[in-house]
Every structure is written in structure tokens, then in C-alpha cells.
């Protein structure tokens, strides 16, 4: 499939079976699969479409979808071996999603030999179609991205992050960070459009960053860890970073150190 046809796969499958649903789930549709960790009707159904189109397209590739890992976490262990891969998530944002709120995105990702080349976010309450391939740019509904400039002075760099530790302890001398959107569907975008310099996270599922990191890589951007290596989607680790250039994620990471320590 090419990179086009990909992104109508995931905006056809929102047409269908999430934005039916967006503001409309009814008693049963949301379940937990875990405390606070919620999943719809519109998650299942949609991951199922999208996985089962690209693995027609591709029948040696694996592919890894969010839901299909939570009832077989095998997946995980096959995806860190895999030379072709997909990574998939159906609804990003799930619990925005429920609450009604349009920050919520479909997501995939391709990676060839463990790097991701090519990605997709559709966010379809906001209209927004972005997509990237490795060395060739990123493009927001249609339209080529600029390459960031990001201030060099830590007090200006702005950033968000999910953690309230990192919204409520003093990160050196960085500005105060706000608080995210909650899906990083909607995060790397912000990036990408230099709303904010830099996010902070946690947790690193595949199929939450994977995407995001080539959109901001490709406009000029870093993904890594807190030791300075570089972002590697098949290796779970806590904590990553990711800012608008090379030298705001040196800048933020040394300033935020002292944080990631304790």
C-alpha cells in the first residue's frame, strides 16, 4: 500500500466504526482492561480493520495493534525480532475519546529492520491528517511541514508532559511545563507544529511513539533517552523524550537529570 492509500485505510476506518460512536457510546460499549485503562467497541472494531488490511498487504510483515497486544503480549516479544513491522493503535486517546473530548487519533507506524519509515495520524474530530517518511518530510493535510527552530535559552523552551512531578518540581533552569494532551496523537503534532518544544513521558508503548517520533524527526527533532541514546521503539524502557532539535533535547534532558534520578 502506499503512503496515500494507508492514511484513507485509517480515515475510512474512523468514518466507520469511531466517529459513529464519538459522543455516542452506549452501556456496555467501554470496559477496563486494567485500573483506568479503558477500551471501546470502536477501539476493537477498528484496530481488527486496520491489522487485517495491512496484513493482507503485507503477509510477512507482523503487525502489533494495541488491543491484539493486551490479549497476547507474546506480540511484543516477536515485534523486538521482527524486520518488518506494524505498530497500530485504533484509538488513541481512548479515554478522551469516552469523555467526549475530540483530542483522541488513529495511529500506525511501519518499521523496517527496527526504524520506523514511514507514519500516520489521523485525528478525525479535528480534520487533521498528518504523515512522515524517513529522510523524505512530513506533511500536515497534504502540506509540507517547516523544519523547527526552537530558542536556544532553557527558559523559553515549552514544554508538556502527563507527569505531574514534572509540573510541579523545579526542572533547573526550564520554564514550568504544562500539561499534556493526553494522547500522543495529539502531543507530537504540537511539535511538529512548534506549539511546544518538548514532551516527557513515561511509559513508551510502541504504538503510542512510534509514530509521533518520525513525524518530529523528519521537521527536525530527536527522540531518546535520559542517557542521550537514541529512541528505539522495540526496546521498552521508562522515560522518553522528545524536542523540536538536537540541541533542546541535550538541553532538556541535562536540566530535567536531576528529576529522572529520583
Not at 510483515?61 to 523486538?80: H, I, M, N, Q, S
Not at 523524505?136 to 523559553?156: H, I, Q, T, Y
Not at 509540573?167 to 494522547?183: D, K
Request: aromatic content about 8%.
Amino acid at each position: 500500500m502506499d503512503t496515500d492509500a494507508v492514511l484513507t485505510l485509517l480515515q475510512e476506518t474512523a468514518a466507520a466504526v469511531i466517529t459513529p460512536r464519538f459522543r455516542a457510546l452506549l452501556e456496555g460499549e467501554v470496559v477496563e482492561k486494567g485500573p483506568g485503562d479503558l477500551v471501546t467497541v470502536a477501539d476493537r472494531e477498528a484496530e481488527v480493520l486496520i491489522a487485517d488490511a495491512l496484513q493482507a498487504a503485507y503477509p510477512d510483515a507482523l503487525v502489533v495493534g494495541e488491543e491484539a497486544t493486551a490479549a497476547d503480549p507474546a506480540l511484543l516479544v516477536r515485534f523486538a525480532d521482527a524486520e518488518h513491522s506494524f505498530t497500530v493503535d485504533p484509538v488513541d486517546g481512548t479515554k478522551n475519546f469516552v469523555a467526549g473530548s475530540p483530542d483522541h487519533a488513529v495511529m500506525a507506524a511501519e518499521l523496517r529492520g527496527g526504524e520506523v519509515v514511514r507514519s500516520w495520524i489521523w485525528q478525525p474530530a479535528h480534520r487533521l491528517a498528518y504523515v512522515a517518511e524517513r529522510g523524505a518530510g512530513a506533511w500536515r493535510n497534504g502540506e509540507r511541514m517547516e523544519r523547527l527552530n526552537p530558542s536556544e535559552d532553557p527558559g523559553a523552551l515549552r514544554g508538556a508532559s502527563s507527569q505531574r512531578r514534572f509540573r510541579r518540581e523545579p526542572l533547573g533552569a526550564l520554564a514550568p511545563v504544562r500539561e499534556s494532551w493526553w494522547c500522543c496523537g495529539v502531543d507530537y503534532p504540537r511539535i511538529a507544529e512548534g506549539e511546544i518544544d518538548y514532551l516527557v513521558y513515561r511509559a513508551d508503548w510502541p504504538w503510542d511513539h512510534a509514530p509521533g517520533s518520525l513525524l518530529v524527526a523528519e521537521v527536525g527533532g530527536r527522540s531518546g533517552r535520559t542517557d542521550g541514546s537514541s529512541y528505539d521503539p522495540r526496546a521498552r524502557r521508562p522515560w522518553l523524550l522528545t524536542a523540536a532539535s538536537p540541541a533542546a533535547y541535550e538541553t532538556v534532558r541535562t536540566e530535567l537529570a536531576p528529576a529522572f534520578s529520583r
